[in-house]
């Protein structure tokens, strides 16, 4: 099982980004991938989360109306679209597999390194 996370990087206040994760190793549509972030010397924070099949999705308050996330099982890819990026969005992302989206991860990646200044 692998996730391996891309497309962090410096963007400025208003700006976007989208993340992706790739999947291999196993069925990406028989799981729920979650997002979550951890900046230096902050808890780590759950972003969103898409289940499985019927692709039902949960974002944090945090978030809403600016994330999106969504899948494309056929590339094995979950994607969050950042739009409207806020400094207190600079974070660590990472991508997870879950069963269900109120579960715990079993596997995650490596993280992603999101940056949002001027």
């Known amino acids: 099982v692998q996730l391996v996370e891309s497309g962090g990087g410096l963007v400025q206040p208003g700006g976007s980004l989208r993340l992706s994760c790739l999947a291999s190793?196993?069925?990406?549509?028989?799981?729920?991938i979650a997002w979550f972030r951890q900046a230096p010397g902050k808890e780590r924070e759950g972003v969103s989360c898409?289940?499985?099949?019927?692709?039902?999705?949960d974002y944090a308050d945090s978030v809403k109306g600016r994330f999106t996330v969504s899948r494309d099982n056929a590339k094995n890819t979950v994607y969050l679209q950042m739009n409207n990026l806020k400094p207190e969005d600079t974070a660590v992302y990472y991508c997870?597999?879950?069963?269900?989206?109120?579960?715990?991860?079993?596997?995650r990646g490596q993280g992603t390194q999101v940056t949002v200044s001027s």
């Open positions: 997870a597999r879950k069963i269900f989206c109120d579960w715990n991860y079993d596997y």
């Open positions: 190793g196993f069925t990406l549509d028989n799981y729920a």
């Open positions: 898409i289940n499985r099949r019927v692709s039902n999705t």
